[in-house]
């Protein structure tokens, strides 16, 4: 359970970047305009479509290879944003990538809740989509106080690292 509990909590921080300033970074850093950065955050949430085939990776990988492949790319997509906050196809791309990929681990989540709770399998999930909300919470302060002592991108780097080790 803890290691449940550990993970969903790095998920939250590790996504706490994107959530909170994704579109602030690529708006500010970026110069992206508000018509293409409404875009992106459309793009992002359409992607998250594709966390509903989350059971079947599940089943043919294991819980801990999707969790460990999902966390990596959610380090590059948050990465990505760093890097080219400002150039379209990356910003689009990134978006996708993580609105997908956070959907998939969430999804993660709710079968390794069920598998660690059988006899209970709400409390799992429940527990750890509240670890969910505590890394969120725990994760966006921090970004802000990177962001301003030295950039945003800067803030998001560290962000991704936090997810990269969230395998």
Partial sequence: AAR?????????????AVWV????????????????STLMWIALGVAGVAGAFTGDLVGRT???RA???GMLLLAAATAAFALAPGWLPAVFAAAATFGAVYIALTGVLLVWGTRTYPDA???????????IA???AL???VVGLLSDL??????FGATALAAALGV
């Avoid at 500010?28 to 293409?36: E, I, Q």
């Avoid at 399998?121 to 670890?131: I, K, N, T």
């Avoid at 030295?150 to 803030?155: F, G, L, N, Q, Y």
Wanted: charge should be neutral.
């Fill in 121 to 131: 399998p709400a409390l799992g999930v429940g527990a750890a989509f509240l670890l």
């Fill in 150 to 155: 030295a950039t945003a991108p800067v803030a």
């Fill in 134 to 136: 505590v890394g969120q």
């Fill in 4 to 16: 449940l509990l550990l993970a969903a909590a790095a998920l939250g921080a590790g996504s706490s």
């Fill in 139 to 141: 994760g966006a302060p």
């Fill in 62 to 64: 294991g819980l801990g």
């Fill in 21 to 36: 300033f994704g579109r602030d970074l690529v708006v500010t850093a970026g110069g992206v305009g508000a018509f293409a």
């Fill in 67 to 69: 969790w460990a492949a």
